[in-house]
Structures are given as structure tokens and as C-alpha cells.
């Protein structure tokens, strides 16, 4: 475990609910996709953290597999958007 990891999750957690708190504003199509983006992402730091202590090969495998996921989440909701965009258009 590293210190700049430790830092990533704490501002990760901290800025959570004002990202949340503005995007709950937002009426964009697919914003759905980027709260699970996001919350895949928030377990991803945890699992980074986590195999400091226990089950490293686990826990590393689960971060990755978690940044490949929230990297399609992020990509669907961005699918999302511009769909919605074409059809206004």
C-alpha cells in the first residue's frame, strides 16, 4: 500500500456525494451508467487498498478487472449521450 493510493480513495470518498449531488442534476440520457462507472471505480480503490492486507492476488486481479469495467461503464454512458443527442438533433 502506498500513500498516494490512500489518497485517491479518501478524496475519492470525499468528493463522492458533490459529484453525486451534481450529476442527480444533470438530465442527461444514460447518466445511470456513470454512477455505476463511478462506483465500480470507488471499489476498485478499496480492493487497491485492501490487498495490502489480505488475498493480494485477489484483490489485484478484482482492482483491474474493476478499472476495465468502470472504463466501459464510463464508455457506455458516453454511447448514451450521444445517442440521446442524435435523436434531439
Known amino acids: 500500500m502506498q500513500p498516494n493510493e490512500v489518497v485517491s480513495l479518501a478524496l475519492a470518498l470525499v468528493l463522492a456525494p458533490l459529484c ?4 442527480s442534476r444533470a438530465r442527461v440520457r444514460g447518466r445511470e451508467w456513470f454512477y455505476a462507472a463511478f462506483a465500480v471505480m470507488l471499489a476498485s ?3 487497491t ?3 495490502g492486507f489480505a488475498a ?3 484483490l489485484n486481479f478484482l482492482e483491474h478487472l474493476g478499472y476495465a469495467a468502470s472504463g466501459l ?4 454512458g458516453i454511447i448514451a449521450m450521444r ?4 435523436a434531439a438533433a
Open 20 to 23: 453525486l449531488r451534481a450529476a
Open 49 to 51: 487498498i485492501a490487498e
Open 56 to 58: 493480494p492476488d485477489l
Open 83 to 86: 445517442t440521446s443527442w442524435g
Open 73 to 76: 461503464l464510463f464508455l457506455r
Open 45 to 47: 480503490y478499496v480492493f
